[in-house]
């Protein structure tokens, strides 16, 4: 059976509410919906663009292919779309692990590689039928910032296998 790209998925977290606790193995429950507003982040409010804010999210990518034999994909990660607003920046790292927390994750190092082969792409390794691997987010939003409607960004993921 060929291996399908198509059936990289992503999910949440277990602990998806904003704060230290963020974070925590993948929840299988609530796979993410790509192409959907606030699917990641919520929308900044007035108070968080004038005062700045910055914000973290664990998602995991799965390979969901199934199959009788084993499949599996060596997957790389990157941004391909940054946030339309000068405002905001967008970092990415695969540091940790799956039980880590936000509390963990403010310490890393945050990259923002712009295409596959960027020195700073997320080598996320092989991953097999039903495997997955974490991905920390950050967003960072200026003090002072313009508002910007319906703001967004954009994972790129290549697999081989």
């Known amino acids: ?16 509410t904003e704060g230290a ?6 929840n299988l429950a609530n796979k993410i919906i790509t192409d959907t507003f606030e699917n990641i982040f919520d929308s900044v409010t007035d108070s968080e663009r004038i005062a700045g ?19 599996w994909m060596y ?12 405002d905001d920046e967008i970092y990415i790292t695969s540091e940790g692990d799956n ?22 792409v997320l080598n996320l390794g092989n991953l097999d039928t039903l495997e997955y691997h974490h991905i920390w987010i950050k967003r960072v939003v200026g003090a ?5 409607p319906s703001n967004s960004f954009t994972l790129g993921l290549r697999s081989a296998s």
């Open 1 to 16: 059976m060929a291996v399908d790209s198509d059936n990289l998925n992503f999910y949440e977290c277990l602990t998806w």
């Open 21 to 26: 606790t963020h974070g925590g193995d993948i």
């Open 53 to 71: 804010d910055t914000e973290y999210r664990k998602i995991y990518i799965r390979n969901d292919n199934v199959g009788d034999d084993p499949e």
């Open 75 to 86: 997957v790389r990660c990157w941004i391909s779309q940054f946030t339309l607003s000068d």
């Open 99 to 120: 039980s880590d927390t936000q509390a963990d994750a403010v310490a890393y190092a945050w990259v923002q590689p712009d295409n596959i082969t960027h020195v700073d």
């Open 144 to 148: 002072l910032s313009g508002a910007y």
